[in-house]
């Protein structure tokens, strides 16, 4: 066993202080620890500190405008919160604090979850002032609150496709971190050669980079221009890039399945609410 050098003496010494004097009761003392910051860095954190977010998330959050534009209500003077002026970006404020916006009093908006099955020739881009026919119309009237689809299908694509307002579960489905399985119906204007197939499952090198699909086979037995593929990737037009960079052309795109949302019993055109057990499956992240 070893001993550090100085732990008998330092031993004897602490006994020697401790040990009472004759005819006289010891005295107790209590031993102050100090504080640490690793201390409070693990102290949990109260309901109400919890409740804290960003000012413009919340501005946001009540259907107003984005996140970007509550920034330049905010540094435009625009915004109060508690009856007082706020322009300085980065504050948070809680659910019980009062913000206004040019004197009327903001309230966050019911959270609409939306699921349609596109039609072809409709574009999901809300900003484009050119576009003829937008998702959006077909759900105009649906709901007082605005909503927005959740990432992109080209005009020409069809299939699963979601509309809310809640940002936060847009964020989850949209950004390549979490990696939302997607499986599409692919019309080929040619048979899918199996030498092509194999490229596609072992992956191969697009100008954005490498891409592998999870899975790929044909979807019709008979037919081999039907194709059927799974995919994470999240990047733009992926699908019709994988099969163009090996000389084929699409027909026809159909979005089957999206983070563990299908089309059944949508016709093309048709929407309707998720129910409450697909709401909290999306916010439980339980999809893959």
Request: proline content about 3%; aromatic content about 6%.
């Amino acid at each position: 066993m070893v001993i550090a050098r100085g732990s008998r003496k330092a031993g004897a010494a602490s006994q020697k202080r401790s040990a009472p004097s004759k005819g006289k009761a010891p005295v107790k003392t209590e031993r102050k620890v100090p504080r640490t910051k690793r201390q409070f860095k693990e102290m949990p954190k109260t309901g109400h500190e919890s409740e804290f977010i960003r000012l413009n998330k919340y501005i946001a959050s009540t259907g107003i405008c984005s996140r970007r534009e509550a920034d330049e209500f905010i540094q435009a003077g625009l915004i109060t919160v508690n009856g007082k002026l706020v322009t300085e970006l980065g504050v948070k404020v809680s659910s019980t604090d009062i913000v206004k916006y040019n004197g009327e009093t903001l309230r966050e908006e019911k959270k609409v979850y939306i699921l349609m099955n596109k039609p072809k020739d409709y574009v999901t881009t809300v900003e484009d002032p050119h576009a003829k026919k937008t998702v959006l119309e077909l759900v105009r009237g649906s709901c007082k609150e605005r909503v927005y689809p959740v990432g992109r299908l080209d005009r020409n694509t069809t299939g699963v496709l979601l509309l809310t307002n809640d940002g936060e579960i847009t964020k989850r489905l949209t950004h390549p971190r979490f990696e939302k399985l997607k499986i599409y119906h692919v019309y080929l204007n040619r048979n899918l050669k199996q030498a092509d197939m194999d490229k596609v499952a072992s992956g191969i090198t697009l100008e954005d980079g490498f891409i592998k699909a999870d899975s790929i086979s044909y979807a019709d037995p008979v037919d081999k221009k039907q194709v059927g593929i799974e995919i994470h990737s999240g990047r733009n037009h992926i699908v019709r890039r994988i099969f163009e960079s090996l000389g084929y052309e699409i027909a026809k795109l159909d979005r089957v399945y999206f983070a563990g949302l299908t089309k059944k019993n949508l016709r093309r055109g048709e929407w309707r609410f998720l129910s409450e057990k697909e709401i909290a499956m999306l916010k439980m992240n339980a999809f893959k």
